[in-house]
């Protein structure tokens, strides 16, 4: 266990992990998930938000199992590895705030940072917009951090507080059985599913669930991060998680050279828009963000499983902020942007910006 | 008796950015981190490292972790 540990904890281990998804990710849009999203926290979490009814766009409706699995898998690595540390208390509010600002900025570019890196895998070229608004943003954030900004620290707690999340994603997941989709159908029991569109393109449950468990358990092990890569690498000159994303890109590139899954270009690429400036604002939101909180979207998904309460708040934020981005106009289409999208950036950069001015420590 | 660096219940980067501030006031000798996830306690040794300082000690202390950074 222990040198699964350490091989977790090296340079091999973060980049075989990358790897890992990269290459998942691909096989699963080739098993049924959307194009260039075989995998993206964001577009997966506002899918769940329309699963269960908090909006009702019917092209995005479906409980990815992929993210309960991340979850799950992370829970079970946690506990493997006697890692499972139920703690909370940093500034819930702002990191539910931050989850909702996160999501409206990733869905105006449309996609998480995961996604970027699957987008330019498969040839979209719109994502580069995507990738600069990404690293712009988590360079914002590295200026504040240099500045003294601080979300407070955690404290450990009670057992409750760890399980809490885990045990709604049971719950989720309960549902999922209990309610499979029925063909033609937009309603089976209480799960909403969508008939056609994005929300309609996914792989068999057992795939997608199955996938999801393995990526969680290494991701969790490997403190995969797409946001602390740039983050780490700008503040720290540091490439180690910078590596796994690499990874990440390449693993995905070459398996959709293999399956014929690359093509390049910057028109009628899948759920896309050719927007270039509000693609690079939409992400500058979205990397401000997950800076700020401490973490992509899908680090977030995989603290919130080994015991993080703040991550959970966090990912409860972003499947609030989902519903507001879909009630309220403010996501993308591949049409172009929402009616409300480009209000909703701006408004959004100014909160981070308070936020980010105004939660300073000096700690030292 | 070495400094110490108290960050636990900080999540990631503050106990690396805290640790490297501290470690590039000092040119040698020694300085105890403390932390309370093993994500930190990588990260710490992982940039220490980097500016040639090496963890002589981690001890487990219940759910948290004290690193001895050393550089001679």
């Given at each position: 266990m222990s040198a699964l540990r350490e091989f977790f904890a090296s340079r091999a281990g973060i980049i075989s992990v990358g790897a890992f998804i990269g290459v998942f990710a691909a096989l699963l849009q080739k098993w049924g998930n959307p194009g260039n999203m075989g995998i993206c926290v964001a577009c997966f979490e506002r899918d769940i938000a329309g699963a269960i009814g908090l909006h009702r766009v019917a092209v995005v409706q479906y409980l990815r199992p992929e993210i309960l699995g991340f979850v799950l898998g992370a829970l079970l690595s946690a506990f493997a590895f006697k890692e499972f540390r139920p703690r909370a208390g940093s500034a819930p509010i702002v990191r539910f705030v931050l989850g909702m600002l996160a999501m409206i900025g990733a869905l105006v570019f449309l996609g998480c940072p995961w996604r970027v890196l699957l987008r330019l895998a498969g040839g979209d070229g719109n994502a580069i917009f995507g990738l600069l608004g990404l690293v712009g943003g988590v360079w914002i954030g590295t200026l504040f951090f240099k500045g003294g900004y601080n979300l407070g620290r955690t404290q450990s707690t009670y057992a409750a507080v760890g399980w809490l999340f885990p045990l709604i994603v049971l719950g989720l997941l309960a549902l999922r059985l209990m309610f499979p989709q029925i063909p033609d159908k937009e309603q089976s029991g209480i799960l909403f599913y969508s008939i056609k569109g994005p929300g309609s393109q996914h792989a068999a449950l057992a795939v997608s669930l199955a996938v999801g468990l393995a990526v969680g358990f290494v991701a969790q092990r490997s403190r995969f991060c797409t946001m602390g890569a740039w983050r780490d690498l700008i503040l720290f000159r540091q490439i180690h998680l910078f590596s796994g994303m690499l990874a990440l890109l390449v693993a995905a590139f070459l398996t959709n050279l293999v399956l014929g899954q690359f093509q390049p270009?910057?028109?009628?690429?899948?759920?896309?828009?050719?927007?270039?400036?509000?693609?690079?604002?939409?992400?500058?939101?979205?990397?401000?963000?997950?800076?700020?909180?401490?973490?992509?979207?899908?680090?977030?998904?995989?603290?919130?499983?080994?015991?993080?309460?703040?991550?959970?708040?966090?990912?409860?934020?972003?499947?609030?902020?989902?519903?507001?981005?879909?009630?309220?106009?403010?996501?993308?289409?591949?049409?172009?942007?929402?009616?409300?999208?480009?209000?909703?950036?701006?408004?959004?950069?100014?909160?981070?910006?308070?936020?980010?001015?105004?939660?300073?420590?000096?700690?030292? | 008796m070495s400094e110490i660096v108290d960050a636990r219940g900080l999540s990631c980067p503050q106990p690396v950015l805290l640790t490297l501030e501290k470690l590039k006031s000092l040119t040698q000798g020694e300085l105890v981190v403390l932390v309370d996830t093993d994500t930190s306690r990588e990260n710490v040794r992982r940039a220490a490292a980097s500016l040639g300082w090496q963890a002589r000690e981690v001890q487990a202390e219940g759910a948290e972790f004290r690193l001895t950074l050393e550089k001679t």
């Open positions: 270009g910057f028109v009628g690429q899948p759920v896309a828009h050719t927007m270039e400036l509000w693609n690079f604002a939409g992400m500058v939101v979205a990397g401000l963000a997950f800076a700020l909180a401490g973490g992509c979207p899908g680090r977030q998904v995989f603290m919130a499983g080994e015991g993080d309460g703040d991550a959970a708040v966090f990912v409860l934020g972003m499947i609030s902020g989902a519903a507001v981005s879909h009630n309220f106009g403010l996501a993308s289409s591949p049409q172009g942007v929402g009616p409300y999208g480009i209000a909703a950036v701006i408004i959004s950069l100014a909160v981070l910006l308070f936020i980010g001015f105004t939660m300073r420590q000096k700690t030292s | -």
